[in-house]
């Protein structure tokens, strides 16, 4: 499996231009910068600001007395949270102190921008506390948890319990409302923002170093938030010693400043993002052989190769593929080529899987749903990944590279085509999708073919092309495990009127599901796992896993049979992450299939709640 984190390791050749923004940078010699590094979602913006950061870090041709002092922003994960702007300018002041506690000089100015910085805060809760109360809402924060506790005085006979929360919220505001409000002089909001800028520039001067300003995933913001950050960098923007690199999809920062100035026309929002943008830079887009590169890497890093090696192929592939322009080919046999030269074994398994990248690329770089989106590209690996486990967990033998020529159709093939292939398969004694045998023999042989509606397009003609040559290949095994997307009933298949009366009452009422636990126990193995299937496609639409009700009806079917038990486990498991709640741990936990999602939950690092919840569990 492969994790959607941003990484450090070039895997694309984006540090050529990570270089050019660390240059930019280093020869702006201290005067402001500002530089927008675009791109859709999922192209490599995240890696691409830790390959900045690494460069800035690095660069043996950098001056040695350059000091840069990075801060590192998220502002989604504040959203929701705190205010983006406040969170901003803390964070920022946060970072200048403790170097300069390093240091031993400019304490006294840093602790007075906290100090600032802590007074906007407090003058934003006591404002917004006021509106709330004008507007007859319960204001929020401190001050509403002494309105809270005061308000039962208000209704009735106070209990003793009313009264101690009342001493110990009026407490609370008292204790926090001095650490925000520090002892500074009596001020405005514009002279405080005013003398905020002038100590920041000046604790920059003393401190003698360059603030790097790292913003990333602003464009996954609700529009306030990303315009609340922009708004924030317009404080700090523009100052001496100062450089803003900001990561995000230009298009939805822009949908995000025509929302926020309703009213608003194109022009408008151009001046005001190329007011915030000095320097736009535009991730590249991936073609053939990048994209041959990047799975080629992938497959690498995850092979059992030492890690040595690994990075020695890295750089020869990086490398080779930076000079592609001059004609030359990064290819199987390039690798091949680095193998003899470089005196590396590969295993065979990592052979094949290389192979299969040779022939992937072509595909992914077409015009197709993974549109050359290195993000999308891993989730694709991932999927195949995860059919290859649940067919092990079935005891179902699968071909790898037969499995990701089908999904890859499922994927990016129009539905029509995917179904004729399937059905064809379905309807031969031995599996084989006969409706292929035509075509692939004009392709081989190179001959002009006429393709029917389902099948004229390009990428379906350079699908079919592709190897390996699918049909004298019984497909029944990997059809089977990737009925949770696209689930089809076999002519030898259908279910029994017993069966099907069941599966009607399950999917109609899940949550009553163990009321009819004593009839499912009955049923032939044949329809319980039709049952399991279909149930599997359905949960499959779930965005939320604490305990759905469909869970419940998977359960008490999977009781009913050990193999669907496993079948459970490993949908389960390949899950999103970000779907599973803790809430689902009890529910599974006293089933003997749950540690095969519990395993794989674990090692994805699925949220401490949750990982609390399985070992609470186990105890």
Not at 77 to 85: E, F, H, M, V
Not at 247 to 268: E, S
Not at 359 to 388: G, Y
Request: proline share 4%.
């Amino acid at each position: 499996m492969w994790s959607d984190n941003e990484t450090e390791r070039d895997f694309l050749n984006f540090g050529t231009v990570a270089a050019t923004v660390s240059q930019i940078i280093e020869q702006a010699n201290g005067q402001p910068v500002s530089i927008g590094v675009s791109g859709s979602w999922g192209v490599g913006k995240s890696s691409m600001i830790k390959l900045i950061q690494n460069k800035l870090h690095s660069d043996p041709s950098s001056e040695l007395e350059k000091k840069y002092l990075f801060v590192e922003f998220n502002a989604w994960l504040y959203q929701g949270y705190d205010d983006a702007r406040a969170a901003l300018m803390e964070v920022i002041a946060r970072t200048l102190a403790e170097e300069a506690e390093n240091q031993g000089t400019a304490i006294d100015k840093t602790k007075e921008l906290l100090s600032r910085i802590n007074w906007l805060r407090a003058a934003k809760l006591s404002i917004g506390s006021a509106v709330s109360l004008a507007a007859g809402f319960p204001p929020t924060g401190l001050i509403g948890s002494v309105y809270g506790a005061g308000r039962n005085f208000l209704v009735g006979e106070p209990t003793n319990d009313e009264v101690n929360a009342l001493q110990k919220a009026s407490e609370s505001v008292v204790d926090e409302g001095s650490k925000l409000l520090k002892p500074i002089k009596p001020s405005s909001p514009p002279q405080e923002i005013e003398a905020i800028r002038q100590g920041f520039e000046s604790t920059l001067k003393e401190l003698e170093c360059t603030l790097v300003v790292l913003i990333d995933d602003l464009d996954r913001c609700l529009p306030e938030t990303a315009i609340s950050t922009l708004e924030a960098l317009r404080l700090f923007l523009f100052l001496e010693n100062t450089a803003f690199v900001i990561a995000a999809d230009t298009k939805m920062i822009r949908h995000a400043v025509k929302k926020h100035f309703d009213g608003i026309d194109d022009t408008l929002v151009t001046n005001y993002f190329d007011k915030l943008i000095q320097i736009p830079i535009q991730v590249p887009k991936l073609g053939t052989q990048d994209i041959r590169a990047y799975l080629s890497l992938l497959y690498i890093d995850s092979s059992s190769l030492g890690k040595d090696d690994k990075e020695t192929l890295r750089v020869n592939i990086c490398k080779q593929l930076s000079e592609t322009w001059k004609g030359t080919r990064l290819d199987r046999s390039y690798i091949r080529k680095l193998e003899t030269d470089l005196n590396i074994v590969i295993p065979t398994d990592l052979s094949v899987q290389l192979d299969m990248a040779d022939r992937l690329a072509p595909l992914m770089s077409s015009d197709t749903a993974i549109e050359a989106n290195p993000r999308l590209i891993k989730r694709f690996l991932n999927a195949i990944s995860i059919r290859m486990k649940i067919g092990s967990a079935q005891g179902v033998a699968l071909d790898e590279a037969v499995l990701t020529k089908i999904l890859l159709l499922e994927r990016c093939g129009s539905k029509e085509a995917y179904t004729k292939i399937a059905e064809s398969s379905a309807e031969n004694e031995n599996g084989y999708p006969t409706i292929l045998n035509d075509i692939e023999t004009a392709l081989d042989e190179g001959k002009e073919i006429e393709f029917s509606e389902e099948f004229n397009s390009k990428f379906f003609q350079q699908w079919a092309a592709s190897k390996p040559a699918l049909s004298d290949v019984d497909l029944r095994a990997v059809l089977f495990v990737s009925r949770e997307h696209s689930p089809l009933l076999l002519s030898h298949e259908q279910m029994s009127t017993a069966g099907a009366e069941l599966f009607e009452a399950l999917i109609n009422q899940p949550d009553m599901a163990t009321e009819l636990e004593a009839k499912i126990k009955k049923l032939s193995i044949e329809d319980l796992t039709l049952i399991m299937e279909k149930l599997l496609e359905r949960a499959g639409r779930e965005q939320s896993w604490g305990v759905p009700p469909i869970l419940e009806a998977c359960i008490t079917v999977a009781k009913a049979n050990t193999s669907l038990g496993k079948r459970l486990g490993a949908f389960l498991s390949s899950r999103p992450i970000n779907q599973i709640e803790p809430s689902i741990v009890p529910k599974i936990q006293n089933e003997e299939w749950a540690e095969i999602a519990f395993k794989e939950w674990e090692k994805d690092s699925v949220g401490l709640p949750v990982i609390a919840a399985i070992k609470q569990g186990r105890r």
